[in-house]
């Protein structure tokens, strides 16, 4: 999710360009859209993902967007199962 430039050059945004590169390869435009989000969802879990957007007007595009970086989610690995001490007046897990 991003916001509304707070500059447009006096003519309204037609749409944004999202741009991405996984971990430290070069950017490639993904898609253009007219909303203020985008749900990438064909990513590799454990993978890192760096994201910039460019507004674009009658004028053109705009500059690139500060870099936004994403790391995909992972299954957790199971957790050590506890250790456990019975004393007569408590129990320490």
Do not use: C, H, K
Request: aromatic share 12%.
């Amino acid at each position: 999710m991003w916001n509304v430039p707070s500059f447009n050059g006096g003519t309204p945004v037609i749409d944004y360009l999202i741009m991405y590169a996984q971990g430290s390869g070069a950017y490639v435009n993904l898609t253009s859209v007219t909303v203020l989000n985008y749900n990438l969802t064909s990513v590799t879990s454990g993978s890192t993902y760096r994201f910039m957007i460019r507004a674009r007007n009658s004028y053109g595009y705009s500059i690139e967007s500060n870099e936004v970086i994403i790391l995909a989610a992972q299954i957790p690995s199971q957790p050590s199962a506890p250790i456990t001490t019975f004393r007569p007046d408590n129990v320490t897990i």
